[in-house]
């Protein structure tokens, strides 16, 4: 599976939209995007995932580019129950159940 | 529906003793992970089971970790004896498809 960067960290304020970058240049054609959080002492949650077209989903949108390089995970509103690790995942499709690989996350900070 | 099980939520115990964690995936979910997440990091993979079948267990500690999944559905995770480097938290996941894996709220082990 592909590596994933993405900044540590990032505050927002509540009520305007929180934009989460992630950087995966090396991905492949047959690799998807997935999005997860979690929030603190519970277990990570799952937000939306997609191959090339954007996504939009009741959490959030997902923006993937062009050149499939970079992606942007939007919350359109944030509130401060959206305080949480962000996890972007780069992972090959039709592979069955295989596991998810997470790096360390942006920690999302919503200020009130 | 019922989320992920998960149980202690918190145990506490000392280097060189036993400790074993449960878990109940949501019903019909035929594949299960167990993941450990060490504070300040991202989840990673000890073991993946497809209904009581391993799939994966090449980073599980077998010297020290073990885990079964019997009859397809429970699983239970043991560590023995603990090290001070098992501190950390334990999480469960189960899956229906390749798209989403939910995750129980995790077990929290101490080791002092």
């Known amino acids: 599976d592909a590596k994933t960067t993405q900044p540590p960290s990032m505050d927002c304020a509540e009520g305007r939209a929180a934009n989460l970058p992630c950087n995966h240049s090396t991905i492949s054609g047959n690799e998807y995007v997935y999005w997860y959080r979690q929030i603190h002492s519970q277990g990570p949650q799952y937000i939306i995932h997609?191959?090339?077209n954007n996504e939009t989903n009741e959490m959030a949108s997902l923006i993937i580019t062009e050149d499939r390089k970079s992606s942007t995970l939007i919350l359109p509103h944030a509130t401060l129950r959206d305080t949480a690790v962000y996890y972007c995942?780069?992972?090959?499709?039709?592979?069955?159940?295989?596991?998810?690989?997470f790096g360390s996350g942006t920690r999302l900070q919503v200020q009130p | 529906e019922a989320g992920v099980a998960q149980s202690p939520r918190y145990k506490i115990i000392e280097k060189r003793q036993s400790v074993a964690f449960w878990c109940n995936p949501i019903?019909?979910?035929?594949?299960l992970y167990w993941y450990q997440q060490i504070l300040g990091q991202g989840p990673k993979l000890l073991i993946q089971?497809?209904?009581?079948?391993?799939?994966?267990d090449s980073q599980l500690p077998k010297d020290r970790f073990s885990a079964e999944r019997l009859k397809g559905v429970d699983s239970t995770l043991k560590i023995q004896p603990a090290k001070l480097e098992d501190s950390a938290v334990y999480l469960c996941?189960?899956?229906?498809?390749?798209?989403?894996?939910?995750f129980g709220p995790g077990t929290r082990l101490t080791v002092t």
């Open positions: 089971f497809q209904n009581n079948g391993v799939v994966d």
């Open positions: 019903s019909g979910h035929a594949t």
């Open positions: 995942i780069v992972r090959v499709a039709g592979t069955g159940r295989r596991a998810l690989t």
């Open positions: 997609g191959l090339k």
């Open positions: 996941a189960s899956s229906l498809s390749m798209d989403e894996q939910y």
